[in-house]
């Protein structure tokens, strides 16, 4: 057994270590309700975007000249995985890269793989692994702005129009609540033109268009791009402060078991001290009185 200075050490260490996770849980929760705000007012404008679009591409019969519509044979793919550029956030930044290793061993397991780490902590490992990461950024997670998105967004489809990439795959964390996040892997270009029956003449869809549709889908389909593309990232950062303010809970829990376990132990260990020291004295009486 541990003699009564380690276990003081080790209480008093255990102790700091629970009022760090304590803090750093209240402080990922600040971060969440701002994080979890901004991605729930933006998701019905995201959707409603990508809704008019595939309604106005279903008008066209799956006809659409934009050349970010186009499908190639599958030769080159461009993952896009968004992690955090910190960590003690469980499995969070794992579970992406996961899923990278689970494409590129899986679906795009007979193609030639590119990354683009948006994040650090992705970057890290998959750069480690020897995969080629032609794209890294970390600022992005740190000050996100819709203009560096855009911006981001802009190079990746031109890159996918002059045949850098056949296809485009985005992976990221979902943020369903504070304390689950969902892996979601979405291919993001080119995009996919579904066919469906659409009466424009409807009462439920009354579109008058202006300019002709073809043009109007060559507007929206980058629009939509960088949208899809800023909602992910949305989602990433409040996935993060959620999935932190969850291990931080956890770990601040396991702290305070561990130091009233330490405890128990200092106590028994100090009763025991007591006890033996009047064992001695009596016994040092006893041999005085003889």
Do not use: W
């Not at 309700?33 to 106005?56: F, G």
């Not at 899923?99 to 994040?119: H, M, Y």
């Not at 020291?277 to 003889?290: F, M, Y």
């Amino acid at each position: 057994m541990a003699n009564l200075k380690e276990l003081r050490n080790r209480i008093s260490s255990v102790g700091s270590t629970m009022q760090i996770t304590s803090a750093m849980k209240m402080v990922s929760a600040a971060k969440l309700s701002k994080a979890q705000d901004a991605i729930t007012k933006m998701r019905p404008y995201a959707d409603t975007l990508t809704e008019l679009l595939q309604n106005l591409s279903a008008s066209l019969d799956g006809q659409s000249d934009s050349p970010l519509t186009v499908q190639r044979d599958v030769k080159n793919v461009l993952i896009i995985a968004i992690s955090s550029n910190k960590g003690l956030a469980g499995a969070f930044n794992s579970n992406i890269v996961k899923q990278v290793k689970n494409l590129a061993t899986g679906r795009f397991k007979n193609e030639s793989i590119s990354l683009a780490c948006i994040g650090k902590k992705a970057y890290e490992v998959l750069n480690a692994k020897s995969y080629i990461v032609d794209y890294h950024n970390e600022e992005m997670v740190n000050k996100l702005t819709y203009q560096e998105v855009a911006e981001f967004t802009e190079k990746i489809m031109n890159d996918f129009e002059t045949e850098t990439y056949d296809q485009v795959v985005l992976i990221y964390n979902h943020f369903k609540n504070a304390g689950t996040q969902i892996v979601l892997t979405e291919d993001f270009l080119p995009i996919k033109q579904e066919q469906q029956e659409v009466d424009f003449n409807s009462s439920q869809v009354d579109y008058i268009f202006e300019p002709e549709k073809q043009e109007i889908i060559k507007e929206l389909i980058p629009k939509s791009l960088k949208m899809q593309l800023f909602k992910a990232l949305r989602d990433s950062i409040a996935s993060e402060h959620g999935a932190r303010m969850t291990a931080m809970h956890k770990a601040t829990d396991n702290a305070k078991e561990l130091r009233d376990d330490l405890k128990l132990s200092y106590n028994k260990a100090r009763q025991a001290a007591i006890t033996n020291e009047i064992l001695e004295i009596v016994a040092g009486a006893e041999a005085l009185s003889d």
